[in-house]
């Protein structure tokens, strides 16, 4: 349901219109409303400039969004983008899931270099991020990855696209079942890219790209034309590139507590768990925020929920570290030096949100404490 109608009802109130005034500003402002409010305020306010949107949990940053985009013309729907936290913790040897993956780097791409227009890989205005996904440091360069795209009666050499796409991890089978997985049969490529509910079936003519189709994973049989062409973005957020397979071979001999993983690694074989040991296969790890628009407002939705999540967040990854060092003393390995990847504290955000001038607005049902407005001396403004 298109709801953009009510956009200008809901700008006469004067709480919402001195909300308004002060997005361009950015700076501290404290917006005190009921909940349903909210959606139709920020996109609102994404007309001025592109919004960072923390939510508590990433089942409430789904919901947020889909309650944006209704409140956005339809063919401006992708304007809004949510950036999903992994599964694990970033110290655990488990891989998040190839369809997280791939849509944390799709949104990574956009961030870095967004197309022309809206679509799937345009400009983000409106990005909505759970706190846990907020606070855990990226490889650095993540935006750099291309994904690997087709359109029909583009040029493409099939054998290149192949090798192409196992680079960005997705793994050759001979029929097509889950995604992250591709197949080619003579001149037909199927492909279920981890951001998309169907995958597709690219036939070519030579090296002309004639048909991209839809299918049914339980028959095969072939849907409706994609009208987007393929946009398949890598499944992993470690790419076994030379330099990374180099770097785990040399760590062979100082990390005793990861060879088999690391022996594995450097003969470019996939690993479960490999992105744990990121930080010491990488030169550098970002936080989240400095890969937003210079331009952005950071905005946090119910504020106290969100930072009770991140406190509990920073302390179940000190609790497995402790764990960790006292099976070490009794006999265990001692765990890896991996504090590069770990969750950076609320006030550490806040921090680099100031340092980089993105402001700091809440969005809560209740006022803030009197004492507490006094130090942070935010604009307040009654929805």
């Given amino acids: 349901m298109n709801l953009t109608g009510l956009l200008p009802t809901l700008l006469r109130d004067p709480g919402a219109s001195a909300a308004m005034e002060h997005v361009r500003a950015r700076g501290f402002a404290d917006v005190v409303g009921p909940a349903g409010v909210r959606p139709p305020l920020l996109a609102a306010a994404a007309e001025q400039r592109p919004l960072v949107v923390v939510t508590a949990t990433g089942r409430e940053a789904d919901d947020l969004a889909e309650s944006l985009r209704g409140y956005l013309p339809e063919d401006r729907a992708d304007d809004v983008a949510v950036l999903p936290a992994w599964e694990t913790l970033p110290h655990e040897r488990l891989s998040p899931r ?37 606070l855990q440091p990226v490889v650095d360069g993540l935006g750099e990855l291309e994904p690997v795209q087709l359109e029909i009666g583009a040029t493409a050499d099939l054998t290149d696209v192949a090798e192409r796409l196992s680079a960005a991890a997705y793994t050759r089978v001979d029929m097509v079942e889950r995604r ?21 079936r690219c036939e070519f003519w030579g090296d002309e790209v004639t048909e991209i189709r839809w299918f049914a994973v339980a028959d095969q049989r072939s849907l409706e034309i994609a009208e987007r062409g393929l946009w398949a973005p890598p499944c992993r957020e470690i790419l076994l590139d030379d330099a990374v397979r180099a770097r785990a071979a040399e760590l062979v001999e100082t990390l005793p507590g990861a060879v088999e993983m690391l022996d594995r690694l450097a003969a470019g074989v ?28 950071l905005v946090v939705n119910e504020p106290e929920r969100v930072r009770r999540r991140a406190h509990d967040l920073v302390a179940t990854t000190e609790e497995f570290l402790a764990a960790a060092w006292t099976g070490a003393v009794a006999g265990g390995a001692a765990p890896i030096d991996l504090s590069a990847a770990s969750f950076e504290t609320f006030a550490e955000v806040r921090e680099i949100a100031a340092r980089r001038g993105l402001g700091w607005w809440t969005l809560s049902s209740f006022t803030q404490d009197t004492e507490l407005a006094s130090v942070v001396e935010p604009v307040e403004s009654r929805v």
Avoid: N, W, Y
Avoid at 273 to 295: C, F, K
């Fill in 270 to 297: 996939v690993v479960e768990g490999m992105e744990s040991l990121a930080p010491v296969l990488v030169d550098r790890m970002v936080p989240v925020l400095e890969l937003v628009p210079d331009d952005a407002l």
């Fill in 98 to 134: 190839a369809d997280t993956v791939a849509k944390r780097l799709a949104v990574f791409r956009r961030l870095a270099h967004p197309a022309e227009g809206h679509g799937q890989a345009g400009a983000i205005r409106l990005l909505v991020m759970p706190v846990r996904a907020l």
């Fill in 180 to 200: 992250g997985e591709f197949a080619v049969r003579g001149g037909i490529l199927d492909i279920f890219p981890p951001t998309e509910d169907h995958p597709l």
